[in-house]
């Protein structure tokens, strides 16, 4: 198979720095155009700036000491960076060999009339055509996230693709859900050797094995339901090989023992529980439309393990603030007072777990005064450097941030203290991300089978019929 040539736009480089190691032993071309944009982008303290600077000074250590002959020819991309990935989202696990180049002439040719102008993007085509009539022998591709670029592309025939190697998933089905159902016949294809006791908790433990228990992972949930949606539900605690130990979960539905005053409403939202209060785990993540209970949940839970068993300190609670509509400007006061309006779902389920009938203005006001000492808001902006011990983290809106970024606030967790990702991939708001690229999609696959993380994928909205049915037809 002949090395293809890939030329590379300023946002896949902007994305993914280092996808430069990431085309195994195909040839990378760069335009100067794709220079220029960096440097227009590198002055100033934001991420996009950083990320600039980053590219450049890749750019420069494969650049430094070649000479403008060797710069010609192509130069070697260091083999040994490339992961898992293979030529732009294939899995071939290669190390990268090919070749990489920089415009060094001008274009001889010129772009159809039908593309006037010298917009950087049409300067980047005219370099992808010029490369064509260059290299008649070779498919030539072009590189670039930006839908628009690529539609132009296809219309004067350039060959042209999305940048897929940050693609977690290839299809947002393959999502673990956190639980299974357990076979009718299963007690019959995996009772025969099955040991049972009871731990120093208290809890009935099991240990079985047979053909199901490759499908399982550590944290996962399995279950056996009856006729009152409750049944059988155990929790997976370990693999080996073919034998598993399972233990049987707390049960936090309507009947049983209340979470500050919140019981649970469905199986899902059981399990969540069972992760949120659980203090072996140390990483949740939680999926689920609008309305399942997400906030809710983690917020009882949190403020049980706060005020009432003082397994953490306080509880840290943060956003993206990325703006459903129009940015309504500049906000006036501290940190704290900034945020406070991006989170009105705080407030709102705050209001839900302290209202009581027979408590007046004063008791009210005292709770409230208790809970902002010990809830504390900020800003994901700041989180940089910081280290939280016994600190209960809670990540609201975690659709909206990258891979990096989540990797950045995770590793801000110091001893004793817990994260909770929550989110919605069905209302991903930043540009770049979609549902299989999202940060919270990539924890939610690494963290898999993880001796000390769990997830669950809430089904079901219990906000209220309205919004239950809203979800489901709009």
């Given at each position: 198979?002949?090395?293809?040539?890939?030329?590379?736009?300023?946002?896949?480089?902007?994305?993914?720095?280092?996808?430069?190691?990431?085309?195994?032993?195909?040839?990378?071309?760069?335009?100067?155009?794709?220079?220029?944009?960096?440097?227009?982008?590198?002055?100033?303290?934001?991420?996009?700036?950083?990320?600039?600077?980053?590219?450049?000074?890749?750019?420069?250590?494969?650049?430094?000491?070649?000479?403008?002959?060797?710069?010609?020819?192509?130069?070697?991309?260091?083999?040994?960076?490339?992961?898992?990935?293979?030529?732009?989202?294939?899995?071939?696990?290669?190390?990268?060999?090919?070749?990489?180049?920089f415009?060094?002439?001008?274009?001889?040719?010129?772009?159809?009339?039908?593309?006037?102008?010298?917009?950087?993007?049409?300067?980047?085509?005219?370099?992808?055509?010029?490369?064509?009539?260059?290299?008649?022998?070779?498919?030539?591709?072009?590189?670039?996230k930006?839908?628009?670029?690529?539609?132009?592309?296809?219309?004067?025939?350039?060959?042209?693709?999305?940048?897929?190697?940050?693609?977690?998933?290839?299809?947002?089905?393959?999502?673990?859900?956190?639980?299974?159902?357990?076979?009718?016949?299963?007690?019959?294809?995996?009772?025969?050797?099955?040991?049972?006791?009871?731990?120093e908790?208290?809890?009935?433990?099991?240990?079985?094995?047979?053909?199901?228990?490759?499908?399982?992972?550590?944290?996962?949930?399995?279950?056996?339901?009856?006729?009152?949606?409750?049944?059988?539900?155990?929790?997976?605690?370990?693999?080996?090989?073919?034998?598993?130990?399972?233990?049987?979960?707390?049960?936090?539905?309507?009947?049983?023992?209340?979470?500050?005053?919140i019981?649970?409403?469905?199986?899902?939202?059981n399990?969540?529980?069972?992760?949120?209060?659980?203090?072996?785990?140390?990483?949740?993540?939680?999926?689920?439309?609008?309305g399942?209970?997400?906030?809710?949940?983690?917020?009882?839970?949190?403020?049980?393990?706060?005020?009432?068993?003082?397994?953490?300190?306080?509880?840290?609670?943060?956003?993206?603030?990325?703006?459903?509509?129009?940015?309504?400007?500049?906000?006036?006061?501290?940190?704290?007072?900034?945020?406070?309006?991006w989170?009105?779902?705080?407030m709102?389920?705050?209001?839900?777990?302290?209202?009581t009938?027979?408590?007046?203005?004063?008791?009210?006001?005292?709770?409230?005064?208790?809970?902002?000492?010990?809830?504390?808001?900020?800003?994901?902006?700041?989180?940089?450097?910081?280290?939280?011990?016994?600190?209960?983290?809670?990540?609201?809106?975690?659709?909206?941030?990258?891979?990096?970024?989540?990797?950045?606030?995770?590793?801000?967790?110091?001893?004793?203290?817990?994260?909770?990702?929550?989110?919605?991939?069905?209302?991903?708001?930043?540009?770049?991300?979609?549902?299989?690229?999202?940060?919270l999609?990539?924890?939610?696959?690494?963290?898999?089978?993880?001796?000390?993380?769990?997830?669950?994928?809430?089904?079901?909205?219990?906000?209220?019929?309205?919004?239950?049915?809203?979800?489901?037809?709009?």
């Open positions: 198979m002949k090395k293809k040539i890939f030329v590379l736009d300023t946002n896949v480089l902007m994305h993914d720095p280092s996808s430069l190691f990431r085309f195994e032993e195909h040839d990378l071309f760069i335009p100067m155009v794709v220079l220029e944009e960096l440097d227009g982008l590198k002055k100033g303290t934001t991420d996009t700036a950083r990320t600039a600077r980053q590219v450049s000074r890749l750019l420069d250590d494969l650049v430094a000491g070649k000479d403008h002959a060797q710069i010609e020819k192509g130069l070697s991309i260091p083999t040994g960076l490339q992961r898992h990935n293979g030529p732009n989202g294939g899995r071939h696990g290669e190390p990268a060999s090919g070749k990489l180049f415009q060094t002439q001008p274009t001889a040719t010129s772009l159809p009339g039908i593309l006037p102008g010298n917009k950087p993007d049409n300067s980047i085509l005219l370099t992808a055509l010029a490369l064509q009539g260059q290299q008649p022998n070779r498919r030539v591709t072009l590189v670039s930006d839908i628009n670029l690529r539609l132009k592309a296809a219309i004067v025939g350039v060959h042209t693709e999305d940048y897929h190697n940050d693609q977690v998933l290839d299809d947002l089905d393959l999502l673990p859900s956190g639980y299974a159902q357990l076979s009718d016949d299963f007690w019959q294809t995996h009772g025969e050797k099955m040991e049972s006791w009871q731990d908790r208290g809890r009935a433990c099991y240990k079985l094995q047979g053909p199901n228990v490759k499908d399982w992972h550590v944290n996962q949930f399995v279950f056996m339901p009856d006729e009152n949606e409750r049944g059988l539900e155990l929790m997976v605690q370990s693999i080996d090989g073919d034998t598993a130990k399972l233990r049987v979960i707390r049960d936090y539905r309507a009947g049983k023992t209340p979470v500050w005053g019981h649970a409403k469905n199986r899902e939202q399990f969540a529980l069972n992760l949120l209060l659980d203090p072996d785990i140390d990483f949740v993540t939680l999926l689920g439309t609008a399942t209970g997400k906030t809710l949940l983690t917020l009882a839970a949190g403020l049980a393990q706060v005020l009432d068993e003082t397994r953490y300190r306080e509880i840290i609670m943060t956003r993206v603030t990325v703006p459903l509509g129009d940015d309504i400007g500049f906000l006036p006061g501290t940190e704290e007072e900034k945020m406070t309006p989170m009105g779902a705080l709102d389920n705050l209001e839900v777990l302290t209202q009938s027979s408590a007046g203005d004063w008791e009210r006001a005292a709770t409230n005064d208790l809970l902002s000492k010990r809830i504390k808001i900020r800003s994901i902006n700041f989180m940089r450097g910081r280290t939280f011990l016994n600190r209960l983290i809670i990540i609201d809106e975690a659709q909206n941030l990258t891979s990096k970024q989540m990797k950045t606030l995770i590793t801000r967790c110091g001893p004793g203290s817990k994260m909770i990702c929550l989110g919605n991939l069905g209302q991903i708001d930043t540009p770049y991300l979609s549902e299989t690229t999202s940060g999609t990539y924890v939610v696959d690494r963290f898999r089978g993880w001796a000390h993380g769990g997830h669950v994928t809430l089904a079901r909205g219990e906000r209220s019929r309205l919004a239950a049915y809203a979800s489901d037809v709009l």
